[in-house]
């Protein structure tokens, strides 16, 4: 379609075959599912003050990522807390937040040098 200045555009009529209905006057709203509460749930997946993660544990951070590098101390602390037995923060060169899929093979590197200490 040719646009003119001046001219309205005005939007195609639906096809005969699409329906649209109007929602009846009867119809009730339906609210949306709520969660249902997991009884084995004992809350959030860490929280530093009251529990840690007892695992080996490492950070492999990309070191254009402006989102690490935002927070107090950087990435460099992120182990401090929360961790009994956190490795280290590794920054990949050339990679912002997704450093697996930016430098797949530095990333491949460190996962697999950690996995052989650790695993």
Known sequence: MER???SRYSAPSPSPA???????????TVPPPQPVADPDDDGP????TTRT???PTQAI????????????GGP???GKTG????KGVHMVDRAGHWAHEEQPEQVSELLTRFLRENG
Request: charged residues 20%.
């Open 4 to 6: 003119r200045r001046g």
């Open 61 to 72: 951070v990309g070191r254009q990522d402006w989102g690490a590098n935002r927070t107090v």
């Open 83 to 86: 961790y009994t037995q956190f």
């Open 18 to 28: 699409v329906q649209v209905s109007p929602k009846p006057q009867n119809a009730s």
């Open 53 to 55: 993660i007892d695992g």
């Open 76 to 78: 460099m602390s992120i």
């Open 45 to 48: 997946a860490i929280d530093p």
